[in-house]
């Protein structure tokens, strides 16, 4: 038989499962927002004003601290923006190659007055994509984020699982261990809690991103 006693008051009264008690610390509240703005019409601007149902999630610091992973980071915006950015890019690489046609194509064109049309024209193009390749890498930095995460969430959560909270003493612990090099019936903090479950899904350089 399991023992599921604390290890620090060894009872048991006061020992909860992890998954349990994370989610009793995870609420989502229904509610309505107010808005206002501006909208166009046949007659012009006109004041809008409406109302909004959302939905907001209330996580307490203990849900926090025992999660079994980081959440998943956003890619749309640097990858919108990023685009967004490129697009002065093309404009002026289009602009580019029409000149650089014309250049070949005039009457009194050489090879010096195309290469500089060419240079010219591409300086122009390099100079708004150096933001939009950084929101670019940005986007693919958080998208191998998200992958490793993905890849580790099932190792973790089946350690994550099996894990036990004392409410008396206020630490978390396995009844036998998760995994290899890991502690059964040890007291962790809930962050150490955290930090090893990280560990074994092989994120846990994203403790502190948290």
């Given at each position: 038989?399991?023992?599921?006693?604390?290890?620090?008051?060894?009872?048991?009264?006061?020992?909860?499962?992890?998954?349990?008690?994370?989610?009793?610390?995870?609420?989502?509240?229904?509610?309505?927002?107010?808005?206002?703005?501006?909208?166009?019409?046949?007659?012009?601007?006109?004041?809008?004003?409406?109302?909004?149902?959302?939905?907001?999630?209330?996580?307490?610091?203990?849900?926090?601290?025992?999660?079994?992973?980081?959440?998943?980071?956003?890619?749309a915006r640097p990858l919108l923006l990023g685009l967004l950015l490129s697009v002065p890019a093309?404009?002026?690489?289009?602009?580019?190659v029409a000149a650089v046609a014309g250049e070949i194509n005039a009457a009194d064109s050489s090879v010096g007055s195309v290469v500089g049309v060419a240079l010219v024209g591409l300086l122009f193009a390099i100079a708004p994509?150096?933001?939009?390749?950084?929101?670019?890498?940005?986007?693919?930095?958080?998208s191998r984020r998200n992958r490793r995460v993905q890849r580790g969430l099932s190792a973790a959560y089946a350690a994550w699982a099996s894990g036990c909270y004392c409410h008396r003493c206020g630490v978390c612990f396995w009844p036998a261990s998760p995994a290899p090099g890991v502690s059964g019936r040890h007291p962790f903090s809930p962050s150490e809690f955290r930090w090893v479950i990280w560990n074994i899904g092989g994120y846990g350089r994203y403790f502190n991103a948290a």
């Open positions: 038989m399991v023992d599921t006693s604390c290890p620090g008051c060894a009872r048991v009264n006061w020992v909860q499962r992890v998954p349990a008690l994370h989610a009793t610390g995870v609420s989502t509240v229904s509610g309505t927002d107010q808005y206002s703005g501006i909208g166009f019409s046949s007659t012009g601007l006109v004041p809008v004003m409406g109302a909004a149902v959302v939905n907001r999630t209330s996580t307490t610091a203990l849900a926090q601290a025992t999660m079994p992973a980081p959440s998943q980071v956003s890619i093309l404009l002026f690489l289009a602009g580019t994509m150096t933001p939009a390749a950084s929101a670019f890498a940005v986007a693919a930095s958080r």
